[in-house]
């Protein structure tokens, strides 16, 4: 039977149809308000809430709830309680409370807290974050919530993230005001992610002890067809991998995620998901959501789902495009140029505002995506580079020279484009090209940041936008209060022309990969971070501790604990990488190679035996090349093998990844390159791990 997709939609969820149907006038009310004002909720609301809720969950099946939360680990975590209650004479009642729906307290010091909470310190807290919906997973109510301390730090990436969206949007405020809008009372980021990622035969995965530990392979040669033909992109899907995007479409309806978009991405394996922008507090919870819903839906149908950046070498990984925005509560996009961008005074102090704070804080963007994982991905097979610049076209850039000229500006015509056959149809083309190679791209309404990986939270570059973008506002605001009428609007085109001569620099609009680029994004004195050993350091900057300090987004405290848990995270990532490697070659590669070499010892005595007379040169030649190739790898294996152990005795963290960069990654690419030659001097039945021509091309 056809599934009617409306009723299916949010179906699972506590949402605002449900919460109106459900709740007294004035508890929806009072809810409402603190949703759309952030204002504080009572306790006596929130038990009317916590009781409407339970309702609702018991009536889907639920049987327990949980806080649903975010540590700082990548991944959500919960704890789950029943709602029963004993009552006496072995009876129960359902029961859930508003002090159980506003307040958790799972243990804080077996998450990563950067120093912020000792082992003995174990006390934390959960709390209810009313702008999320609940919704019901594996019949558990699941209320979103922030995690803190027991002394109030921030141990989660929910916390920092509404905090920044509380100080863009006071900042984006005052700046409205100069315009006399009145009537917005808030300010909201928005964001859409694209969701990228690699689907493989399970039974193959399970073959393969690196993309188990590590979500990666550490060798393999390239298959004979990779991604050249450019087939497989947007080509036809096939039914094992359309009947796993239709059942995940599914599953992140009835959770009221807006899954909109669904395609073949370039790399064979390789696909991707896009969902419809939302708030970026409600997005980075839906996108949390969608990669766990995307592993245990794969699962289903006999599938891994590989989120990890570059699962394979040769072909392109796997990114998270964060499509970001501002737009106020009374719908107002505040990114549309409309049709005369010039003229658009309050358009042009946001998008300069956001120009500005990319090229003062590009390097907080690029330690928002600093991961071992990310660093493998960046700067190539359309992955942007690591150099943080920005991508606004043509049109936008002739409104840059308007005002930096005091040029005569004119309402943009839109163009038709024709095809050529007059049975197709004419379209208006839109105002901006794509860039594929830049990191930070507007796109018509929006910017596109490219270089979010594929495998973590949105959180953190939206933590960083909202953030920078707010005291670049603040700045502005700071200037122009006060005045009005011609004064003001003769100052806002002064203010206009120093941020463009000043920062300028960040806006390139041409090729990212090109070694003059790079050359060129030198003169210009923009950063270049190209590892997470050269940008952790920048995370604890001066000027980016009093950016984060002075708009309340975190402490300086809990930035250096982020700092910690960065190194911690990177450290122990190439760390897992290389005992895998060590594991797999000392019980997989070097056996096999052993035996196929045997086998050909043994072909060659038989054969000389049979045939003496006949010389057997190409037989031995390959041997004897397949022999130099295993004395290779056994050297490289043991020199890898000692340099863990001198990883082990460094107690510097900041040391440490920069030993893990340029040393265990160094001589695992080394192995690497004489595994992947010898492979595909071996047959496959002497291979005890799968290919890469099995794994991409066997779903």
């Known amino acids: 039977m056809k599934k009617n997709i409306p009723e299916l939609y949010g179906s699972l969820v506590f949402n605002d149809k449900i919460m109106k149907s459900k709740l007294p006038v004035d508890v929806y009310r009072a809810l409402r308000k603190t949703i759309e004002t952030g204002s504080h909720l009572e306790l006596d609301v929130a038990n009317a809430v916590a009781v409407a809720m339970k ?36 009876e129960i009642i359902m029961d859930f409370s508003g002090k159980e729906l506003v307040k958790g307290e799972p243990d804080a010091s077996s998450f990563p807290s950067g120093g912020l909470r000792a082992t003995f310190e174990a006390r934390g807290y959960t709390a209810w974050d009313p702008t999320s919906p609940a919704f019901i997973k594996d019949d558990t109510l699941c209320i979103p919530t922030a995690f803190c301390s027991y002394s109030g730090e921030a141990l989660d990436t929910k916390t920092p993230l509404l905090r920044s969206m509380e100080a863009v949007s006071r900042e984006a405020l005052r700046v409205l005001r100069l315009f006399g809008n009145e009537d917005v009372t808030r300010v909201f980021s928005t964001v859409g992610p694209e969701q990228e990622y690699f689907l493989v035969d399970k039974k193959l995965f399970d073959a393969r002890d690196d993309l188990k530990f590590c979500g990666r392979t550490l060798f393999g040669a390239p298959a004979p067809k990779g991604q050249e033909m450019d087939d497989h992109y947007f080509g036809a899907l096939r039914p094992r991998v359309s009947a796993f995007m239709k059942e995940l ?63 394979f070498e040769g072909i392109n990984g796997s990114g998270k495009h964060n499509n970001w925005s501002l737009a106020t509560d009374t719908g107002k996009n505040l990114l549309d140029p409309d049709r005369d961008p010039a003229k658009n005074l309050q358009f042009l102090l946001f998008l300069f505002a956001t120009i500005k704070a990319v090229d003062v804080y590009g390097d907080l963007l690029r330690v928002s995506v600093a991961t071992a994982g990310n660093d493998h991905r960046l700067g190539g097979n359309e992955a942007p580079p690591a150099i943080v610049s920005m991508f606004i076209g043509d049109d936008l850039a002739a409104v840059l ?25 004419h379209f208006v083309k839109d105002s901006t090209d794509r860039n594929r190679t830049s990191p930070f791209a ?51 085109h002064t203010l206009l022309k120093e941020v463009i001569r000043e920062h300028r620099r960040i806006i390139f609009n041409g090729n990212g990969y090109t070694d003059e680029w790079v050359e ?85 005595a038989k054969t000389k035996a049979l045939l003496p007379d006949v010389p057997l040169t190409a037989q031995e030649e390959l041997l004897k090349h397949i022999t130099e190739l295993y004395s290779e790898i ?22 440490k990844v920069i030993f893990s960069h340029n040393v265990l990654l160094n001589e ?32």
């Not at 649903?68 to 709602?83: L, R, V, Y």
């Not at 507090?281 to 570059?310: F, G, P, S």
């Not at 995370?539 to 987004?553: C, M, P, Q, R």
């Open 442 to 492: 507007f796109t018509g309404n929006k910017f596109e940041f490219r270089m979010p990986g594929s495998s973590h939270s949105v959180a953190e570059p939206n933590i960083v936008l909202n953030t920078a973008v707010a005291e670049v506002l603040g700045q502005f605001a700071d200037r122009l209060e006060g005045l009005s009428g011609k004064e003001l609007e003769t100052e806002i």
């Open 634 to 655: 056994y050297k490289k294996t043991e020199a890898l093998l000692s340099s863990v152990s001198d990883a082990d005795k460094i107690e510097s963290d900041a040391e």
């Open 520 to 604: 060129e994004a030198h003169r210009r004195g923009l950063f270049d971070l190209p590892s997470c050993a050269e940008a952790f350091p920048q995370l604890i900057a001066e000027k980016n501790v009093s950016l984060f300090t002075k708009h309340g987004v975190y402490t300086k405290e809990e930035l250096y604990a982020r700092h910690e848990i960065k190194e911690e995270n990177y450290i122990k990532t190439i760390n897992i990488e290389a005992r895998t490697m060590l594991s797999m070659v000392n019980k997989h590669v070097l056996p096999s190679i052993l035996s196929y070499m045997k086998e050909l010892a043994d072909t060659a």
């Open 401 to 425: 020279d308007i005002v930096e000229n005091d040029l005569e500006s004119k309402a943009s015509e839109k163009v038709t484009m024709t095809a050529g056959a007059r049975v197709l149809p």
């Open 249 to 311: 479409d599914e599953e992140l309806w009835k959770l009221g995620i807006p899954a909109k978009t669904k395609h073949n991405e370039v790399a064979p394996a390789q696909h991707e998901l896009a969902t419809v922008y939302t708030t970026t507090n409600v997005a980075v919870d839906n996108n949390q959501l969608t990669m766990e819903l995307m592993k245990r839906v794969a699962e289903r149908h006999d599938l891994v789902c590989l989120l990890h950046e570059k699962p």
């Open 668 to 699: 695992m690419t080394e192995l690497r390159k004489s595994i992947d030659e010898t492979e595909p001097l071996i047959p496959d039945s002497f291979l005890s791990y799968p290919t890469y021509d099995k794994l991409l091309f066997s779903v």
């Open 55 to 90: 309702e609702w969950a018991v009536e889907n099946g639920a049987t327990h709830f949980t806080h649903w939360f975010q540590p700082m680990t990548g991944i959500t975590a919960e704890k789950h309680d029943s709602f029963i209650n004993p009552v006496g004479n072995g």
